[in-house]
């Protein structure tokens, strides 16, 4: 980076993005105006440096930026079409960049390139936004501002924006910023420095006037039964409410889950105007561009039994499929993209809180975050007003518009395992750990359950953030353990898809040396605790109603009588044959339910390394490093197995090639003939 107007830019940006109460995650954009070099003359030229489509301000870096040259963005006025055609000139916005590289410019570079100030920022601040989308919202903004920042009727964002902005900025000289009736705010300044303290001084003028004029409880009384429930109470219903809801929500299109019970949501869902206000939707382009036009609302106290709830929800869904169908219909032209999906991206359970659901993690926890944002929109609106966002086919044409659907159809293809979650059981080291890492590199969000939580919680914090992985404690020979496990893995993302049950151990012992804790310690892990996991992951995959796999990690000791492994090679041959028996009977709920038999994972397994190692070698009288070749050479191959052989035969599995394979076992052995199914 050698311009320092770019250094500025970034740090401002940076600076406002990490703040929630300024603007949503990407959203707004940021703007400066400097001089460049032009390469092919070498004289100076006039550059435009603005946030390109899709970028967030608080993570902003350079690559993100769109450079314009000013010149040819402000000759476009002269080839305008008109506001029926302005979409036609984001595309000619291609036509003015200066050199290769950078983002794509978004939607509202006419406003910053328009504009007749060195620094433009766009925020999309709760309290701007709230009195944007008030009744009375111009004659409250002229109320707390005065003049200092004016008014600009509801527009959709594009050029004609960008033209009325820059000619209102014109026409009021003492402005330092304006805000967008429906939508947010913009302001500017001479200095980066300058502007932000302009941005800064509106929202927080704003914040304050609300806070000081505001009306007490704008959302109206407490619905008795509509509070909130204990936490404890509270969680645990959400988890078992989570699989049911994401069954619903994933209806057209899988989807990943999020739960919010934030005080500003639970709050929301007790009041009187809960029903009022969450059909009106929300306002800001942003917001219901991931929230969908408006949320799917239970209407039932918090107290009602979980299964009136679950069939509640059920009538709630259809309706809600019906009303979203009739409301594309309404607005729907010849050229509209087709319907995207029926379902809703927010569910509110009184008492209980919010879920809200995208195409991964991040969308999800992001679609909930924007509705917060619109809950504290609307309580601002309703403090010194009434909240009157902009009208439904406003919202359509913003929904359904010709470039968001071409931004859609930009985007990458999704990996093999994009919208599954996995929980892999053991999954702290070893092959369990491989196995997490694979999955989560083909798209899955992983939850990765241990019996220490703190391994498990490292290792998932080497796999990703808490979008992509979490570590879950997991005791799996005890039934209520599984369950937390799984229940926090259903708050985590929004359900299960994939589980495997990888978690075990084995001593190595003659007969006669075996104790029967030694039996009941390996049984209690591998056979019970493979039940265990397979029977609360059958319950929550039958409840979403989205399929699934399970898979067990077994062994080529299955079906191979080695020497002095009684207690282990029996539970193995245990789960070898759940496998089949699951497979039979959870087919009619499209679950599948596969084993993979490997052998000799001598290298990074958490078993040889806790002494089992040490245990076969002494049995085949070969020191204990040589253990893995020893292995090797005895099979077909004579190659070393790893856990990361294990990890790629689970997702040959499940990652989509074989969806019509169930009750399977795949050795991953190297080929050892006597251990060949017969």
Known sequence: MTNPVVSELLERSNRLGADPRNTNYAGGNTSAKGTGTDPVTGSPVELLWVKGSGGDLGTLTESGLAVLRLDRLRSLVDVYPGVEREDEMVAAFDYCLHGRGGAAPSIDTAMHGLVDAAHVDHLHPDSGIALATAADGEALTRECFGDRVVWVPWRRPGFQLGLDIAAIKDKNPQAIGCVLGGHGITAWGASSEEAEANSLDVIRTAER???????????????????????????????????????????????VGHFTDSDVVLDFLSREKLTSLAALG??????????????????????????????????????????????????????????????PAIVLVPGVGMFSFGANKQTARVAGEFYVNAINVMRGAEAVSSYAPIDEGEKFRIEYWALEEAKLQRMPKPKPLATRVALVTGAASGIGRAIAVRLAAEGACVVVADLDLAKAQAAAAEIGNSDVAVGVAADVSDAEAVAAAFREACLAFGGVDLVVNNAGLSISKPLLETTEQDWDLQHDVMAKGSFLVSREAARIMIGQGMGGDVVYISSKNAVFAGPSNIAYSSTKADQAHQVRLLAAELGEHQIRVNGINPDGVVRGSGIFAGGWGAQRAAVYGVPEEELGQFYAQRTLLKREVLPEHVADAVFALTGGELSRTTGLHVPVDSGVAAAFLR
């Open 209 to 255: 006037f609300l806070a000081e004029r505001g009306r007490p409880e704008p959302f109206g009384a407490v619905v008795p039964g509509f509070e909130p429930l204990p936490e404890a109470e509270r969680r645990h219903r959400a988890a078992v409410l989570a699989a049911v809801v994401r069954g619903l929500a994933s209806t057209d299109k899988p989807q």
């Open 282 to 343: 929300t306002s800001c382009p942003d917001h219901f561009l991931r929230t969908k036009v408006r949320p799917l609302v239970v209407d039932l106290p918090a107290s009602a039994p979980v299964e009136d709830v679950v069939a509640r929800l059920k009538e709630l869904h259809e309706e809600y499929r019906g009303e979203y169908a009739a409301y594309y219909q309404r607005h729907a032209t010849a050229d509209s993209p087709a319907m995207r999906g029926a379902d």
